[in-house]
């Protein structure tokens, strides 16, 4: 921890970093030491949500707040919020955060260059005109033998490309920078407390578009994990209930910012369909087969037709 750091925290922020984290008693001191190593002539808080964790992270989470008492603010969950379908940062994040601007990290995810935040500040203040901040990121897969690569390469000055925004996805949440003041007006607030608000990301991250220009930086400043336990993983091996709760989502994006995003979304919901057909067809789930397989169609026949023909080719070559 900077010495500059202690010597302006009890100040006003100007950056609070929203930190989500249950069970990740393995990763969360890596999260929260990629915080405290921020080098920055300017103050932050660290507010941390442990969701009712029952793996040692509350434990972890506690003797650093005994060290960093006016920097680290957690809130400790007896009850875990997330299976009763609180929005989690809705509900206790963005309420209680301070700063100008608010910086985003899992606390599975990581920080890896001890200038990220500065960076992304000085580039935000020097930019009126800019909503959000974000860069590359490498991706770390936890498993038989632990695998990093990056996941996404930004171009210096790389703006944000929404024609693509399900196809292209290259924003993840540990390397945003935003500015608070968009998910405090009252349209957001609104929109996030939809129940088809499945994720948030992809809603916070449109939602500066329409604020600003959105607009990423070229360095890898951190990283991001996928391991049995992360929600993404639980993405790559859904439940029907969770398959159609995604679903929901895509449609209800699709109905926001009058519509501009909607072709993009019938288009997903295509793909992701026809997917889940298949997700259900091995699973021996053969109505909910057949089932999403016509909204596949339905959605999109264009894009059902292009995911059919690539379907069939594959199982042409594997025979060849």
Known sequence: MEENTFLIMNKEPLVSILCLTYNHAGFISQAIEGFLM???????????????????????????????????????????????????????????????YLAFCEGDDYWIDPNKLQKQVDFLEANSDISLCYHGVNQEFIGGQTEVNSLSVVEAGDIFDTSSIWTNWTIQTATIVIRREIVR??????????????????????????????????????????????????????????????LNYIHFIGTLFNGKYKSQCRSYYSFKTFRYAYVCKERGLINKSIVFFMKSFFSNPFKFYTLLVGEVKVKIHKKH
């Open 38 to 100: 921020q080098k920055t002539n300017f103050p932050f808080e660290i507010l941390i949500h442990d969701d009712a964790s029952t793996d040692g992270t509350t434990e972890i989470i506690k003797e650093y707040e005994r060290k960093y008492p006016e920097l680290i603010k957690p809130i400790y969950q007896k009850e875990n919020q997330f299976s009763i379908g609180v929005k989690i940062t809705l509900t206790y994040q963005y309420p209680r955060a301070r700063g100008k």
């Open 185 to 246: 007006s009252q349209d957001f607030i609104l929109k996030a407390s939809d129940s088809k608000m499945y994720f948030g990301d992809m809603f916070l991250i449109l939602s500066a578009n329409e604020y600003g220009r959105v607009v990423g930086l070229k360095e890898i400043m951190s990283v991001y994990r996928k391991h049995s336990g992360s929600i993404t993983d639980q993405g790559s091996n859904p439940t029907v209930d969770n398959m159609v709760k995604m």
